[in-house]
């Protein structure tokens, strides 16, 4: 029993160790759009490859459904969306971050009047109404699309994946790259960065095109128009040289040079722009006395046909619009023209150069200056938008080299990996930017009792991110506050400052400033101001990582001997000045470069003799004897102490931060919501348990219906045992469709083990006897493979010349001759015993023991093949006296043919000495046992050959195997 408690506990070490590797081995990116989701992993073997969701398709809807308890996303969720677009929420990233007085909030309201929006009473955000007792905060409805995400990332990685980089909007605000955090903490993720869409699409440009770029700027355009918003990003690409770890290598580079967007254009007003026009068609043909935009199902309809149209006009001048029961018997088909479509969007195409402009603008670059300018998104779909961007870039053609749904993804994932610490990429730097300036404002008083608003920009507008900045309080001498603020945003229109949201992000205040200004006081100590420390990271998401007082503690001043001694020094340069001394020529050697250790000891000689104070020793110096003065001096001197350094005293100070644009929630409220949306993945979890086990259960009950009137069940059963299990599967498979809906996971899984017992017997003899055939072909190939191992294993069975110890011994190889054998008797005797036997009968020559004594048969072959891997022979002693006797002797032999006659040596035929075997000694090659690889089943048969030998041999003693040559086709002639 202990060597399987062992077995089983190295099995789960060695699992646990596998699941905590692959943990860390794949990593995902979430492209989270208004409308849809783009997710891409990156795992061992599978570089930047977008999952695909159950559905099988590449992007996700971004919407959430919730009925009856369940949950569904994607395509089922769009279905309820459809029929029940209360329950269904989506364009969740539009009210991300927002407050409930904002004006991206009251669009909202607008295109889904049936959504009961609602205030967080302690945050001031935007909640969403499900049911009079259930409230859900668009945090945690993003935080259920992150997790869905992930387990798509999962289910395509088949690996668990924790680490994660989401794209967002470049605009997005502080506020609102804080509730992307919040919503991702609450599932468990871990992000890696808050990457900008743009730079994502920009990365995944650059990667595949390293080799196009040098150390001269490509400056390129890319234009995305998505469902919600528009952004014209100018990027420029070029190689730099970097250094790390003390090497320096040329790496490809993107810098983001300027963003130009508008929040509010994007393929979404045009679908509510059309959506509306279909309405009104539809009540002007007068086939319901009530407007159809009371019925929110068919505004929901009428919104989906409208999205199809739009991209059918894309392609064609000319569509119809039809609609199959927009309200209770009633259809709707209505003829739509591009040209009706480009009208009734007129005011957003006159919107669309504007971002352009903006981004050139900032930039400060001409049309001309662009390269090339790439699509991304859907909106450049229309053929209109197209148009005023060729117009207003005065580009003949629009580049279209990336994939405009999954570039920003793609790129995504491939910087996922670079932070990641599984994986090492080929570097390609990115300089993304933080769009909006920010500054830090507060009040302190004047001389005159007076007080002064001072507002300091810290970060400015398009800032490369990351960065770390340090802000000096000079004048505050006890506790203060201070305010971050977002600054001029005089560059933005005034509907995009009114979308941006509340102007004012932290509130924070100081304090123990007093307490360090009082323990830091004297008359050598100075005050070097309070410093801020503020971090910008590569997400764009700042912090203000901590604040200190700095204090300059001056060293004490010398006493009268350094002084004294200075002093000495300065009189010595004059004498030896005025003297003549070699000293000068001395340092002026010393400046130039030492290349030997003897020389530089000379220099750091001479070095102490020019800081040292020289001593009197009685003599008289005169301007004849310098040198025999100078290098008494030297033997005198005394090195002089380098003068102490000012010493710098940091005290960390205490702080307070308030966020003014959204209050982040308190531990109580994370951990009622983290709560909340686990059970909700728990009851997903078991509803997806009960599901497949219903579904084992009925695919197990069709599948043995049709088998148990098969051929090879019908001869391995009596009509009795088939009576039982059909009588069985019938009764089962009425219950299961008669069943109501409150049947758990355990009641099918229990029918379905029932039934597999009734049919166990049955199932076994048919497995038996449709396996059995391979099964005794592989026994009897290793009875072909030991029988071959053995004809050259038992060459081994003597120690080799000059060698005490043998290979093998006599026993090891009867042993393996003895169960090769027994196995091949028992073998035979079993089959024959088995064709005798019905097919309904319980069978004699099994599969398991046909495996065990194939198992036997090989393991102890292994075991003499492992024994001839690591086989090292013991060489023969030779003893000292015969050695030296058999040197003196052929010393002799050589003397004695040296003197005989050349002639009669001549005419010898043969020599006179017998050819000896020299015994290897301590120098010689050590003996090497080769055993020739187990020749397979199908191998052609050879017949062993003995080479003729002159001279007559010690004859070799065989082991004859019982049986061989009986003629079976099987054996191989030996």
């Known amino acids: 029993?202990?060597?399987?408690?062992?077995?089983?506990?190295?099995?789960?070490?060695?699992?646990?160790?596998?699941?905590?590797?692959?943990?860390?081995?794949?990593?995902?990116?979430?492209?989270?759009?208004?409308?849809?989701?783009?997710?891409?992993?990156?795992?061992?073997?599978?570089?930047?490859?977008?999952?695909?969701?159950?559905?099988?398709?590449?992007?996700?809807?971004?919407?959430?459904?919730?009925?009856?308890?369940?949950?569904?996303?994607?395509?089922?969720?769009?279905?309820?969306?459809?029929?029940?677009?209360?329950?269904?929420?989506?364009?969740?990233?539009?009210?991300?971050?927002?407050?409930?007085?904002?004006?991206?909030?009251?669009?909202?309201?607008?295109?889904?009047?049936?959504?009961?929006?609602?205030?967080?009473?302690?945050?001031?955000?935007?909640?969403?109404?499900?049911?009079?007792?259930?409230?859900?905060?668009?945090?945690?409805?993003?935080?259920?699309?992150?997790?869905?995400?992930?387990?798509?990332?999962?289910?395509?990685?088949?690996?668990?994946?924790?680490?994660?980089?989401?794209?967002?909007?470049?605009?997005?605000?502080?506020?609102?790259?804080?509730?992307?955090?919040?919503?991702?903490?609450?599932?468990?993720?871990?992000?890696?960065?808050?990457?900008?869409?743009?730079?994502?699409?920009?990365?995944?440009?650059?990667?595949?095109?390293?080799?196009?770029?040098?150390?001269?700027?490509?400056?390129?355009?890319?234009?995305?128009?998505?469902?919600?918003?528009?952004?014209?990003?100018?990027?420029?690409?070029?190689?730099?040289?970097?250094?790390?770890?003390?090497?320096?290598?040329?790496?490809?580079?993107?810098?983001?040079?300027?963003?130009?967007?508008?929040?509010?254009?994007?393929?979404?007003?045009?679908?509510?722009?059309?959506?509306?026009?279909?309405?009104?068609?539809?009540?002007?043909?007068?086939?319901?006395?009530?407007?159809?935009?009371?019925?929110?199902?068919?505004?929901?309809?009428?919104?989906?046909?409208?999205?199809?149209?739009?991209?059918?006009?894309?392609?064609n001048s000319d569509h119809m619009a039809q609609i199959e029961g927009l309200l209770p018997d009633i259809d709707f088909r209505a003829k739509v023209t591009r040209d009706e479509f480009e009208e009734l969007c007129a005011d957003l195409f006159d919107r669309v150069k504007a971002p352009i402009e903006q981004a050139l603008k900032v930039a400060e670059m001409d049309a001309s200056d662009l390269q090339q300018v790439i699509i991304v998104g859907g909106g450049p779909r229309v053929p209109k938008v197209q148009q005023l961007l060729m117009e207003a870039t005065k580009k003949t053609e629009l580049g279209k080299s990336v994939n405009s749904d999954e570039a920003a993804a793609l790129g995504a994932s491939y910087a996922a990996a670079g932070l990641s610490k599984a994986f090492r990429i080929k570097k390609f730097g990115v300089k993304d930017v933080s769009f909006y300036p920010v500054e830090v404002a507060f009040t302190r008083k004047t001389e005159d009792g007076g007080t002064k608003h001072v507002r300091r920009v810290i970060y400015h507008r398009n800032n490369i991110v990351p960065q770390k900045k340090i802000m000096t309080f000079n004048k505050f001498t006890d506790d203060f506050e201070f305010s971050l603020d977002y600054a001029d945003m005089s560059h933005l229109a005034k509907e995009q400052v009114a979308a941006h949201g509340p102007l004012n992000i932290t509130h924070v205040s100081v304090s123990g400033v007093g307490e360090a200004y009082k323990k830091n006081t004297g008359d050598n100590i100075e005050p070097k101001g309070i410093k801020a420390h503020f971090n910008l990271d590569t997400g764009a998401v700042l912090t203000l990582d901590h604040i200190e007082a700095l204090f300059e503690k001056s060293p004490p001043p010398q006493n009268d001997t350094e002084e004294a001694g200075a002093f000495s020094d300065i009189v010595g340069g004059i004498s030896n000045f005025f003297s003549g001394s070699e000293k000068g020529d001395s340092e002026k050697k010393d400046e130039s470069p030492k290349k030997s250790e003897e020389t530089e000891q000379k220099g750091k000689s001479t070095a102490d003799e020019k800081d040292a104070t020289p001593k009197a020793d009685g003599n008289t110096t005169t301007a004849g004897n310098a040198t025999a003065s100078n290098t008494t001096s030297a033997n005198a001197t005394e090195t002089k102490k380098k003068p102490p350094q000012p010493v710098m005293i940091k005290e960390l100070l205490s702080f307070t931060v308030t966020q003014l644009d959204i209050v982040p929630p308190t531990d109580e409220v994370f951990n009622a919501s983290r709560k909340r949306l686990q059970e909700m993945a728990d009851r997903d979890l078991e509803k997806v348990l009960l599901e497949a086990s219903k579904n084992t259960l009925e695919a197990y009950i069709f599948d043995m219906q049709d088998k148990m009137y098969s051929d090879e069940f019908?001869?391995?059963?009596?009509?009795?045992?088939?009576?039982?299990?059909?009588?069985?599967?019938?009764?089962?498979?009425?219950?299961?469709?008669?069943?109501?809906?409150?049947?758990?996971?355990?009641?099918?899984?229990?029918?379905?083990?029932?039934?597999?017992?009734?049919?166990?017997?049955?199932?076994?003899?048919?497995?038996?006897?449709?396996?059995?055939?391979?099964?005794?072909?592989?026994?009897?190939?290793?009875?072909?493979?030991?029988?071959?191992?053995?004809?050259?294993?038992?060459?081994?069975?003597?120690?080799?010349?000059?060698?005490?110890?043998?290979?093998?011994?006599?026993?090891?190889?009867?042993?393996?001759?003895?169960?090769?054998?027994?196995?091949?008797?028992?073998?035979?005797?079993?089959?024959?015993?088995?064709?005798?036997?019905?097919?309904?009968?319980?069978?004699?020559?099994?599969?398991?023991?046909?495996?065990?004594?194939?198992?036997?048969?090989?393991?102890?072959?292994?075991?003499?093949a492992n024994k001839a891997k690591y086989f090292v022979p013991t060489k023969k002693k030779v003893n000292a006296t015969a050695k030296a006797k058999n040197g003196t002797l052929k010393a002799n032999t050589t003397d004695a043919n040296s003197t005989s006659n050349a002639t009669e040596s001549a005419s010898t035929d043969t020599p006179d000495e017998t050819p000896t075997t020299e015994i290897p000694t301590e120098d010689s090659e050590e003996f090497e046992f080769k055993l020739p690889p187990v020749e397979p089943t199908d191998a052609p048969k050879k017949k062993a050959k003995r080479k003729s030998t002159d001279t007559a041999s010690e004859p070799e003693e065989t082991l004859a195997l019982p049986g061989e040559g009986d003629g079976q086709d099987e054996h191989q002639e030996l």
């Open 1 to 315: 029993m202990a060597r399987p408690a062992i077995h089983l506990l190295s099995l789960a070490l060695a699992c646990c160790m596998y699941f905590k590797t692959a943990e860390g081995a794949a990593v995902m990116s979430v492209d989270f759009g208004s409308e849809f989701i783009k997710v891409a992993i990156v795992k061992p073997g599978v570089p930047m490859e977008i999952a695909l969701n159950k559905e099988s398709r590449r992007k996700t809807p971004n919407i959430v459904s919730m009925r009856d308890g369940e949950r569904h996303f994607g395509d089922p969720a769009m279905v309820t969306g459809i029929r029940f677009p209360k329950l269904a929420f989506r364009f969740l990233l539009n009210v991300l971050g927002q407050k409930i007085d904002s004006a991206a909030v009251e669009q909202y309201r607008q295109r889904f009047p049936y959504h009961k929006i609602v205030e967080d009473s302690v945050r001031g955000t935007v909640c969403i109404e499900y049911s009079e007792t259930e409230t859900y905060c668009v945090e945690e409805l993003v935080a259920m699309m992150l997790n869905n995400s992930r387990e798509t990332a999962q289910t395509f990685a088949e690996l668990p994946v924790k680490d994660v980089v989401i794209a967002v909007p470049p605009f997005f605000t502080q506020a609102q790259r804080q509730a992307m955090l919040y919503a991702a903490k609450l599932v468990g993720l871990n992000v890696l960065q808050l990457l900008n869409s743009n730079a994502g699409v920009a990365l995944n440009y650059g990667v595949f095109r390293r080799a196009d770029f040098n150390d001269t700027e490509q400056n390129l355009m890319f234009f995305d128009m998505g469902a919600s918003s528009t952004s014209a990003t100018i990027v420029s690409y070029q190689t730099v040289k970097v250094k790390e770890l003390g090497f320096s290598e040329t790496v490809p580079q993107l810098t983001i040079r300027s963003v130009g967007f508008d929040r509010t254009l994007g393929g979404l007003e045009m679908d509510m722009r059309l959506r509306d026009h279909l309405a009104d068609v539809f009540d002007s043909q007068k086939k319901s006395p009530d407007s159809v935009r009371k019925s929110p199902r068919a505004m929901a309809k009428l919104l989906k046909e409208s999205n199809r149209v739009k991209q059918v006009l894309s392609a």
């Open 714 to 864: 019908v001869e391995a059963s009596e009509e009795d045992d088939r009576s039982v299990v059909t009588t069985a599967l019938s009764a089962a498979s009425d219950w299961l469709y008669e069943q109501g809906d409150d049947v758990t996971r355990q009641v099918f899984e229990d029918k379905h083990a029932e039934l597999k017992k009734l049919a166990k017997k049955i199932v076994r003899r048919v497995r038996e006897h449709r396996d059995r055939p391979a099964s005794v072909k592989e026994l009897r190939s290793a009875l072909n493979s030991s029988r071959y191992f053995v004809v050259t294993a038992k060459n081994f069975t003597k120690p080799m010349p000059g060698y005490v110890d043998s290979l093998y011994t006599v026993v090891e190889i009867s042993t393996l001759v003895n169960l090769t054998n027994d196995t091949e008797t028992w073998l035979n005797e079993t089959e024959a015993k088995q064709s005798e036997l019905k097919k309904s009968a319980d069978p004699i020559l099994t599969l398991s023991d046909l495996k065990d004594k194939r198992v036997n048969l090989e393991r102890e072959i292994f075991y003499l």
